[in-house]
């Protein structure tokens, strides 16, 4: 008897749905190039929304061009500097509002200056910064601050189609990449001055040499600490733009109309009556039993 299928993962549901798209597309005779109105006839054949093929076409065709080949600091260390882009749905204005709200609540970044179409955040320092990881600290339900360590963040926001916008954004993390390198230029000097130093108290050669071994296993594991570094705020720009995607970004005059529930009828009603009714009157005193 077989046994029932477990469950999907996203990495297979990924690798499912691209064969599946594979496969439908090859019972097709599709040309080296396409037009867009092919692109949205293919895509709704497929059953995919005409809404999500025209922005991934937008995302496709704001592409930047590829940046240069990595320099030797770059595949020594990690890169100094990561970056991301999407398109979202909404206007420059909307997004460029649920951007800022959203860094200002879950990233330890001010802002350092803002024009038309590009924003720059810098590290939030002081007591500002203590506040905010100690509210963070106690509230429920925080996020972890992913791009505490860059030292620069840029966004810039172009418009596109109605309703579409490209989003880049930009971290710069050189300085601290610059301090891992000079720490492991410090451990090599140390080996090297070291062996230096034995070789001129005339100390066996390898006895001497002992410490360029250790040089370079130090000098390789400081190395391999700043790797993370890139990684962990490149993730954090992705979950930037995740928020700016999924979130409901609408334009201020698209936003709707507050329309009265049954409650505000019946608290209008109530008013209403209140403010007809006048002041109570009051009536004689009272007698009592006894006749006084």
Not at 29 to 58: C, F, K, N, T
Not at 189 to 210: E, H, N, Q, W
Request: hydrophobic share 40%; charged share 20%; aromatic share 4%.
């Amino acid at each position: 008897m077989s046994s029932s299928p477990g469950p999907i993962d996203r990495a297979a549901l990924d690798r499912i749905i691209r064969r599946a798209a594979e496969l439908q597309t090859a019972d097709r005779e599709i040309g080296d190039e396409l037009s867009p109105d092919d692109v949205m006839a293919l895509g709704q054949e497929v059953g995919i929304p005409r809404r999500y093929l025209q922005q991934a076409m937008l995302e496709e065709q704001s592409r930047p061009p590829d940046q240069a080949a990595p320099g030797f600091l770059d595949r020594l260390a990690g890169p100094a500097e990561v970056g991301s882009y999407r398109v979202v749905r909404g206007d420059p204005e909307a997004v460029t509002r649920a951007l800022l709200r959203w860094i200002e609540q879950n990233e330890l970044l001010v802002v350092q200056r803002q024009q038309p179409g590009r924003i720059s955040w810098e590290p939030l320092g002081g007591i500002s910064a203590a506040i905010r990881r100690s509210s963070a600290a106690f509230g429920s339900g925080s996020r972890p601050f992913m791009l505490s360590k860059a030292e620069l963040v840029t966004a810039t926001i172009t418009a596109l189609e109605s309703d579409f916008c490209h989003v880049a954004l930009r971290a710069s993390v050189r300085p601290i990449r610059s301090a891992y390198l000079g720490g492991s230029a410090t451990a090599l000097t140390l080996g090297a001055g070291a062996t230096t130093a034995l070789v001129a108290l005339s100390a066996l050669l390898p006895v001497a040499l002992i410490p360029v071994p250790v040089a370079l296993g130090v000098s390789y594991a400081t190395l391999r600490r700043y790797r993370p570094v890139p990684a962990r705020v490149l993730l954090g720009l992705e979950r930037v733009l995740d928020s700016l995607e999924t979130g409901t970004v609408k334009p201020a005059h698209q936003l709707p109309r507050r329309v009265p529930g049954i409650l505000d009828a019946i608290i209008g009603e109530v008013r209403r009556s209140i403010e007809s009714a006048g002041p109570p009157r009051h009536s004689g005193p009272r007698r009592g039993t006894n006749g006084s």
